[in-house]
């Protein structure tokens, strides 16, 4: 069965392009054009066209003109709204996706570009069952928090941008399918024991002077001519030193894959993402070996994210 549906979705790709080729991934950016755009009433668009038909019948039947006259007049404007229904999508453009990071389980915030030669009003967007709305006035920025569920690149999911503006009497709507995907953090566990750390780790830190000034204090023997406060020191009695601080040394983390073989793979990555986090919270200086790739120590956001990103891509 699956087979024939395959054969038969490749048939209707070769010959019509024009309905099945939407459904495919398309590279940004996607202007949409009266080729993919669809338009069908509402069922307030339908009741009241049986309604200017009641009023077009009575009207005939009983020659009254003045009936007649507001019918047309209701027509036609029922047709200038399917227009700019239509118009409100024509020549609409997503020309870029920024992606935030966000772990397994939790919502990750997208940002849509848009763009468009004239105002758009009334635009609405439907992704993973929530419905966005939004006007382009030249160029906007949507944000949507699209839902994930486990760690990995996420293909993003097709878009339908519809509208029923301005009367409701018909819907305008086409689909997007960017051809882009975002990258999903794998979830650290809740708790569970600190990284192991070499024996001699402690021994081999030494505390070293800190860049900031601290105080001046008097000279004693053995301090560096370099050190001495010479400015200050004309305005005293004796000599004066500058004293640096001295912040608390830090032992640099190596999050090893390999000393932890007692848990199992998806066990192993919780909790190096739980040191990762760790790590970056405490303003440690860390570095991450994996099965075939080793991260240099680092630290700061950015090294963060790149080692969170080669937890998230393993097999």
Request: proline share 8%; glycine share 6%.
């Amino acid at each position: 069965m699956r087979a024939a549906l395959h054969r038969l979705a490749r048939y209707a790709e070769r010959r019509l392009p024009a309905l099945t080729r939407l459904r495919q991934p398309e590279p940004l950016p996607i202007e949409l054009n009266r080729r993919r755009i669809y338009i069908l009433p509402t069922a307030f668009g339908l009741g009241f066209g049986v309604l200017l038909l009641v009023m077009l019948t009575g009207a005939l039947n009983y020659t009254n003109n003045a009936a007649l006259l507001l019918t047309c007049l209701l027509g036609a404007a029922a047709a200038a709204s399917m227009l700019l229904a239509f118009r409100t999508l024509d020549g609409l453009r997503l020309r870029g996706i920024r992606a935030g990071h966000a772990i397994a389980g939790e919502p990750l915030e997208l940002v849509l570009d848009f763009a468009a030669s004239r105002l758009r009003e009334a635009v609405r967007l439907d992704c993973a069952g929530e419905t966005l709305a939004f006007a382009v006035d030249g160029a906007a920025e949507l944000t949507l928090r699209l839902p994930t569920t486990r760690r990995g690149w996420l293909a993003l999911p097709r878009l339908r941008l519809w509208s029923t503006w301005p009367l409701g009497l018909f819907r305008a709507w086409s689909w997007l399918h960017p051809q882009q995907s975002v990258l999903v953090w794998p979830r650290p566990e809740p708790a569970g024991p600190p990284p192991l750390l070499p024996a001699d780790a402690q021994e081999r830190l030494r505390p070293q002077p800190g860049e900031e000034l601290a105080a001046l204090r008097d000279y004693r023997r053995g301090d560096a001519p370099r050190h001495i406060a010479w400015k200050a020191s004309a305005r005293h009695h004796d000599l004066l030193v500058k004293d640096f601080d001295r912040p608390e040394p830090r032992a640099t983390w190596l999050l090893d894959w390999h000393a932890l073989r007692s848990l199992d793979r998806e066990a192993r990555i919780a909790r190096l993402a739980r040191w990762l986090g760790e790590a970056e919270a405490q303003g440690r200086r860390y570095s991450l070996q994996l099965p075939s790739e080793r991260i240099d120590t680092g630290s700061g956001p950015a090294h963060y994210a790149r080692c969170m990103g080669a937890l998230a891509v393993l097999p």
